[in-house]
């Protein structure tokens, strides 16, 4: 058979290692083993059934065929309204975009910004597809370590990493992998020191209400137009509301960036689905409703951190921080490296293969020496897996003793 000839960008993109790691979950249920699978960041509720009843709305109207590209009106004009109300966002809906689902927000900004050759400064721990929509676009990924201060950017930071090169900084709070979120005033001051040297910021907001008390849920849809000018905020629903498989998400950007992805759009996947881009309108107008299911998701995921988090750090060899937003725990597990497991992934392997727990390995966010458990699964995974990797790695206590 002969090599099939893929395009260079194409094959310098490496694989998703959380879905990776996702697909040896699955591989080894379906053998029979008891697997925990603390791997992907999917939501282990389900939709809320307002919004189901929204869609089958949706459909019963008729709502079957093409939108615009940019999106149906009415989503537009919800997005902007919840953010007002939500945020006291001023933004028009035609600074709104639809796109099917966070990742394709992403590539659609990135890929009407970006020319080949650009620099693009990406925060170490970063979500893995930052870096590959960077290669996509024949772009450098300039990576800004941020161990020094606790995985949280700083404008200091990103001030020092910038070149004149420097086209686009990306930036995801709360953080997938680390769970940490950027303070308002330092974001502020990240996209002012990216404003005045005219380099452009993507925040990626998709675990935006996903932030724990007392931390504050910050948008910089929320910024002042002259700054709000060099951002493009993409956000999804896939996490707000238990969403992942219905595929829809958004941008907001100034209006000649929002064209310009709406022209990009209009050739690619044209629009989400419409039924799906009305279910969505329709529960951000009912504005009650789709806080409380956020709120509700949110204290169970916050009764989970807080179960979880100390008792990972019970485990010899484990440190890790509370996270502060989303739904990981980043694990430090450099303690264990040296004698037998030399990486972390080693370390990830070991669990594997010796109690069935399945964890996403750090190197693939930038951050080798570390691990990825999500916590988006129930107090009962949770439970078994801390028993399992109690038994393997031993207990700080007994260690003690
Ligand atoms: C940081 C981050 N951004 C974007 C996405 C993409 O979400 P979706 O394309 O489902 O909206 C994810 C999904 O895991 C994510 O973790």
């Known amino acids: 058979m002969s090599t099939f000839p893929v395009a260079e960008h194409v094959a310098r993109m490496k694989a998703s290692s959380t879905l990776k790691a996702a697909q040896t979950a699955a591989a080894l249920r379906e053998q029979g083993h008891s697997v925990i699978d603390l791997t992907v960041g999917e939501p282990d509720f389900d939709t809320p059934q307002f919004i189901k009843n929204y869609a089958w709305e949706g459909l019963q109207k008729g709502l079957t065929k093409y939108t615009?590209?940019?999106?149906?009106?009415?989503?537009?004009?919800?997005?902007?309204?919840?953010?007002?109300?939500?945020?006291?966002?001023?933004?028009?809906?035609?600074?709104?975009?639809?796109?099917?689902?966070?990742?394709?927000?992403?590539?659609?900004?990135?890929?009407?910004?970006?020319?080949?050759?650009?620099?693009?400064?990406?925060?170490?721990?970063?979500?893995?597809?930052?870096?590959?929509?960077?290669t996509?676009?024949?772009?450098?990924s300039v990576f800004i370590d941020t161990e020094a201060t606790d995985f949280v950017l700083s404008a200091d930071q990103v001030s020092d990493a910038m070149t004149e090169k420097t086209k686009l900084l990306i930036i995801n709070?709360?953080?997938?992998?680390?769970?940490?979120?950027?303070?308002?005033?330092?974001?502020?001051?990240?996209?002012?020191?990216?404003?005045?040297?005219?380099?452009?910021v993507l925040t990626d907001e998709c675990y935006l209400f996903f932030a724990y008390p007392p931390g504050e849920v910050f948008t910089?849809?929320?910024?002042?137009?002259?700054?709000?000018?060099?951002v493009c905020v993409a956000g999804s629903f896939s996490k707000t509301y238990a969403m992942t498989g219905w595929r829809i998400g958004y941008t907001i950007a100034n209006e000649a960036w929002s064209k310009a992805m709406v022209k990009l759009q209009s050739h690619s996947a044209t629009h989400p689905t419409s039924f799906v881009q009305y279910a969505c309108a329709r529960a951000m107008e009912n504005h009650e409703a789709s806080v409380a299911a956020v709120n509700a998701m949110l204290a169970e995921?916050?009764?989970?951190?807080?179960?979880?988090?100390?008792?990972?750090?019970a485990i010899k060899g484990f440190n890790c921080g509370m996270p502060e937003g989303?739904?990981?725990?980043?694990?430090?597990?450099?303690?264990?490296?040296?004698?037998?497991?030399?990486?972390?992934?080693?370390?990830?392997?070991?669990?594997?293969?010796?109690?069935?727990?399945?964890?996403?390995?750090?190197?693939?966010?930038?951050?080798?020496?570390?691990?990825?458990?999500?916590?988006?699964?129930?107090?009962?995974?949770?439970?078994?897996?801390?028993?399992?990797?109690?038994?393997?790695?031993?207990?700080?206590?007994?260690?003690?003793?």
């Open 68 to 134: 615009a590209s940019s999106g149906m009106k009415q989503f537009t004009e919800a997005v902007s309204s919840f953010y007002k109300n939500q945020f006291g966002a001023e933004f028009s809906p035609g600074e709104v975009v639809a796109s099917c689902g966070g990742k394709q927000a992403l590539f659609n900004a990135a890929c009407t910004l970006l020319n080949p050759g650009d620099d693009v400064l990406i925060p170490k721990p970063y979500w893995v597809t930052f870096p590959e929509i960077a």
């Open 136 to 140: 996509f676009c024949r772009a450098n």
């Open 173 to 200: 709070s709360p953080s997938n992998p680390s769970g940490r979120v950027i303070p308002p005033a330092e974001m502020r001051k990240i996209i002012e020191t990216c404003a005045d040297r005219g380099v452009y």
């Open 326 to 401: 989303a739904f990981y725990a980043f694990v430090d597990v450099r303690d264990l490296l040296g004698g037998e497991y030399k990486t972390s992934a080693n370390v990830a392997e070991a669990m594997l293969e010796r109690t069935y727990t399945v964890v996403t390995d750090g190197a693939g966010f930038g951050a080798e020496g570390f691990l990825r458990f999500s916590y988006a699964t129930s107090m009962e995974n949770l439970h078994t897996a801390i028993e399992r990797l109690g038994e393997l790695f031993g207990r700080k206590e007994a260690q003690a003793a």
């Open 301 to 313: 995921y916050e009764r989970r951190r807080n179960w979880l988090i100390p008792a990972l750090n």
């Open 220 to 230: 910089s849809a929320s910024l002042p137009k002259e700054l709000r000018d060099f």
